[in-house]
């Protein structure tokens, strides 16, 4: 498609992908005066809830996919998994940010890390293997610990196991057998931290400030700005989330998660080509929120700076704390509306102003 010119006001955004990011996404959309038409299998999706047009059709449904696309003016998505043929589908008929170079690097684990060293980013010692055997000879080669992830659609701590015990081997290499996977050697990490980053249509691009983040069984808990990191780390931070911004020729917001080890170098961990988790506390932290942000960005708006003018903790609420939440009015509160509390499942989150 050809380069996107700056939709008038009233104009239609296409939104793959029903969830929080896409509810939050429509919000801010509506917010700046423009309508959304959400695209999503479940007929049930957060999302819908708030948007003027929704389809309740599957990812590969090619007439009501094209029937989608020549119905909206610009597309985007809100998560990862959405089908490679999906995205390379709808970008014959309308523009579609992120590229699909960004989301074909970011759904295989193996080919976002190659990605990555190639353009000259650290990143964990990794190997790759798709047998049982190969997972025996790269968890030799790395040395215990590892960890071991699927190649792809893995999230929120799914499709991953550590390995520190040799007598764990056997039994967890045997549960990824014939599934391609990638082998890290476990790092040592001081904390973890991540960069929202945004570039726009003409190359300018504007980050939000290092968030610091703790996770549990793989899923994030909270998420803290300022980072406990200093200077130069955030700085550091912050050049290498534009070196793949700019590599990858991407439009629009992307969340980009380090480990800092405690010698303070930085690796990157994953990229996710969309908004980001660990991104929500801009919503109380800024002028204009990561959601507002990438909307700018893929209507051919002015994107803003990315300044924190607060100091805010966002706190996820997950599965069954969603009815025990303290309400008090103290703090801003953001519910997604998904309809059952599934453990762990992410239900809201709280931003509180520090």
């Known amino acids: 498609m050809n380069k996107q010119k700056k939709l008038p006001i009233g104009s239609i955004i296409g939104i793959l992908g029903g969830g929080q990011l896409g509810k939050m996404l429509s919000q801010s959309a509506s917010q700046l005066g423009f309508k959304t038409h959400i695209y999503d299998p479940d007929f049930n999706a957060p999302a819908k809830q708030v948007t003027n047009i929704s ?3 599957e990812y590969d449904d090619i007439k009501n996919l094209e029937d989608f696309a020549n119905k909206v003016d610009v597309i985007t998505y809100e998560f990862e998994n959405i089908p490679l043929e999906t995205i390379n589908f709808c970008q014959k008929i309308k523009n579609v940010y992120p590229n699909s170079k960004s989301l074909e690097i970011c759904q295989d684990r193996m080919t976002e890390k190659k990605f990555l060293n190639n353009i000259g980013v650290e990143t964990a010692t990794f190997e790759t293997a798709s047998t049982y055997e190969g997972i025996i000879k790269g968890i030799e080669k790395l040395g215990l610990p590892v960890l071991i992830k699927t190649s792809r659609f893995g999230y929120d701590g799914k499709g ?45 691009i504007s980050t939000y400030d290092p968030a610091e983040n703790i996770h549990q069984n793989g899923i994030l808990v909270e998420s803290k700005v300022p980072a406990n990191i200093n200077f130069t780390t955030s700085s550091d931070a912050i050049f290498i989330a534009s070196k ?14 380090f480990f800092v080890t405690k010698t303070k170098k930085i690796l990157v961990n994953e990229m996710a080509p969309r908004v980001h988790n660990s991104g929500h506390w ?11 942000q990438h909307i700018r960005a893929i209507t051919g708006r002015s994107i803003g700076d990315g300044k924190r003018h607060s100091n805010v903790l966002m706190k996820n609420i997950l599965g069954d704390q969603i009815f025990d939440i303290k309400d008090d009015g103290e703090h801003s509160m953001n519910i997604y509306g998904k309809e059952k509390a599934k453990y762990n499942r992410k239900m809201g989150h709280i931003n509180i102003i520090e």
Request: with cysteine; hydrophobic share 40%; aromatic share 6%.
């Open 55 to 57: 389809s309740t059709f």
């Open 282 to 292: 801009t919503q109380s932290g800024c002028i204009i929120n990561q959601f507002e």
């Open 160 to 204: 991953q196991k550590v390995i520190r015990q040799k007598e764990e081997i056997e039994k967890i290499a045997s549960e990824f057998t014939n599934i391609s996977v990638i082998i890290e050697k476990l790092i040592d990490f001081e904390l973890e931290i991540s960069i929202i980053i945004c570039r726009d249509m003409n190359g300018k």
């Open 244 to 257: 793949i911004i700019k590599n990858l020729e991407y439009t629009g917001v992307m969340g980009i998660e």
